[in-house]
């Protein structure tokens, strides 16, 4: 089964640096996502794309964090300067476009800001 | 924001009972979502209950969904050790633009 494919899987950057995760979702799903998640919480949406266009960031912080689907298929989600409180899992998740169509999540990366 | 909350926030029973999670919500829905998230990995989609549907079955899972209460429940069978997990709803409210809104999950346990 096609997977939704994340990397680097953990990172560890000290704070001020810059950071940035990858994501290639399954083909053919036009709708991309970034989660975080903390710790013992559920996911929280960072932003939202349908296919290269961002649908919904509302929650993203956009003085440091950034997202990108370019040609609509993979994404980048970077963090400049990372901060203590970015510690988290950053989730990508694809799906195909509408409601009724569940999320296909990857593995995730580990941040850890020191 | 979180519009789910599920209901225990941890279980632990025995391998073989049943157990039972629940989710609250609080506005309309389009569509209703449980997910299963083992240790330090993704979240996985076990199964999608539409708002016109009171009750579906997938294996050993069985969902409940009741509009008029705004709730949810997840029960799985036989439990086994494989089923540690912790488990999520999710939403799909019926003016979100297709935003799914998540609970804080249950941590589930089953002790061999």
């Known amino acids: 089964e096609a997977e939704v494919a994340q990397s680097p899987r953990y990172k560890i950057t000290e704070k001020s640096q810059a950071v940035a995760f990858w994501c290639d979702p399954i083909?053919?799903?036009?709708?991309l996502y970034w989660y975080r998640q903390i710790l013992g919480q559920g996911p929280e949406l960072l932003v939202q794309?349908?296919?290269?266009?961002?649908?919904?960031d509302s929650q993203l912080p956009k003085d440091r964090f950034s997202a990108e689907r370019l040609k609509g298929v993979d994404s980048t989600l970077k963090i400049q300067p990372a901060e203590l409180g970015d510690s988290a899992m950053y989730l990508c998740?694809?799906?195909?476009?509408?409601?009724?169509?569940?999320?296909?999540f990857g593995n995730g990366t580990r941040l850890t800001v020191t | 924001s979180q519009q789910g909350e599920e209901d225990p926030q941890a279980l632990s029973i025995q391998e073989g009972e049943n157990a039972t999670m629940n989710c609250s919500y609080k506005?309309?829905?389009?569509?209703l979502q449980w997910y299963r998230q083992n240790s330090g990995r993704g979240l996985v989609h076990l199964i999608l209950?539409?708002?016109n549907e009171r009750e579906k079955h997938s294996g050993r899972l069985r969902v409940t969904l009741d509009t008029s209460k705004k709730s949810s429940s997840l029960l799985i069978t036989a439990s086994r050790a494989a089923d540690t997990a912790s488990y999520f709803c999710a939403t799909d409210a019926a003016d979100s633009n297709y935003q799914l809104i998540w609970g804080a999950g249950t941590k589930l346990i089953i002790k061999p």
């Open positions: 209950i539409r708002s």
């Open positions: 998740a694809s799906s195909h476009r509408g409601n009724n169509s569940p999320l296909h």
């Open positions: 794309f349908q296919d290269e266009s961002v649908v919904d």
């Open positions: 506005t309309s829905i389009n569509n």
């Open positions: 083909s053919g799903h036009a709708t």
